[in-house]
């Protein structure tokens, strides 16, 4: 019976009360990871912004340097200069270390990441 017991095994017939386990794991996993907790007395929103220019990119980047969630909407930005805005803006959130969420084509959320 060991050789048997072997070559089920080997073939994968052996595996199955295992791979039934690992199924019941994964959605309690999933479910534990989906549920966050949130502040919803001290959560702010973030005002959206249309900025027309390079001038006003920069005065939102430095709004988003002092500790500001930035939404922003590029859509009156000059489509040559949006790359360069973008650009601008990824570059302040790599160096803080937060997050851009792109909500459609021409709107972001910079956002920063909570140290815990």
Do not use: W
């Amino acid at each position: 019976m060991g050789f048997l017991n072997g070559l089920f095994k080997t073939l994968g017939f052996e595996g199955e009360k295992k791979q039934n386990k690992d199924k019941e794991l994964k959605p309690q996993l999933k479910q534990k990871s989906q549920t966050a907790e949130y502040d919803l007395k001290n959560m702010s929103l973030p005002t959206l912004f249309e900025p027309a220019s390079q001038v006003e990119v920069q005065e939102l980047v430095d709004k988003f340097v002092s500790g500001q969630d930035v939404l922003v909407d590029i859509k009156n930005i000059e489509s040559k200069e949006r790359t360069r805005a973008l650009d601008f803006f990824c570059g302040a959130v790599y160096a803080l270390g937060g997050k851009i969420k792109q909500s459609d084509a021409t709107t972001f959320l910079f956002c920063h990441m909570e140290n815990k």
